[in-house]
Antibody, heavy 121, light 106 residues
Framework: QITLKESGPTLVKPTQTLTLTCTFS??????????VGWIRQPPGKALEWLGI???????RYSPSLKSRLTITKDTSTNQVVLTMTSMDPVDTATYYC?????????????WGQGTLVTVSS | SYELTQPPSVSVSPGQTASITCSGD??????TCWYQQKVGQSPVLVIY???KRPSGIPERFSGSNSGNTATLTISGTQAMDEADYYC?????????FGGGTKLTVL
């Protein structure tokens, strides 16, 4: 059974840096074709892809957020970390991590439960 | 940048067939997947590679993709299928999500 769980602060102040950790089990990030992606969803709005890191350290980011994002992995602890700088109230959202399967169109299955991050002073 | 367009809402009567579309330039040349998100829950993959169902997804969910439009079809729609549905594709090294469609079963 594959599970993922996001953890990190629920409240951050504007201009601060957000660090979220995705802890997963049931698969290995050493397996070819496997990755972990990050997706967010502002309250009442659509899903927005942030980025993905693959087993071979290949990392892709949303072009609109690329300058603010860093995704790293620790295969030994089964964790992936998302760092987002210069947080703003518009970044208030539920942040999800999900197992990513590489292909001509990568897809995400399953997803974590998500963690709501509020940006406010 | 590449965009995927979905209707904001679709309504269907129980037992009938629901079709949710996702439009994008030459979308038929890309694989598309679909996610179901019920209120207060995380998204669940229901279709990948245009028409493949993950294990555990009922057979009433099917997908197609041709030209500029991908379609998620739910046959014999049940009340439990009421949810938001998102299409997703890949373009220029970027994952793209559609804006989502709220399916109402009434």
């Amino acid at each position: 059974q594959i599970t993922l769980k996001e953890s990190g602060p629920t409240l951050v102040k504007p201009t601060q840096t957000l660090t979220l950790t995705c802890t997963f089990s049931g698969f290995s990030l050493s397996t070819s074709g496997v990755g972990v992606g990050w997706i967010r969803q502002p309250p009442g709005k659509a899903l927005e892809w942030l980025g993905i890191i693959y087993w071979n350290d290949d990392t892709r980011y949303s072009p609109s957020l690329k300058s603010r994002l860093t995704i790293t992995k620790d295969t030994s602890t089964n964790q992936v970390v998302l760092t987002m700088t210069s947080m703003d109230p518009v970044d208030t959202a539920t942040y999800y991590c999900a197992q990513g399967i590489r292909g001509s169109t990568p897809y995400f299955d399953p997803w974590g439960q998500g963690t709501l991050v509020t940006v406010s002073s | 940048s590449y965009e995927l367009t979905q209707p904001p809402s679709v309504s269907v009567s129980p037992g009938q067939t629901a079709s949710i579309t996702c439009s994008g330039d030459k979308l038929g040349n890309k694989y598309t997947c679909w996610y179901q998100q019920k209120v207060g829950q995380s998204p669940v993959l229901v279709i990948y590679k245009d028409n493949k169902r993950p294990s555990g997804i009922p057979e009433r969910f099917s997908g197609s993709n041709s030209g500029n439009t991908a379609t998620l079809t739910i046959s014999g729609t049940q009340a439990m299928d009421e949810a938001d549905y998102y299409c997703q594709a890949w373009d220029s090294n970027t994952v793209i999500f559609g804006g989502g469609t709220k399916l109402t079963v009434l």
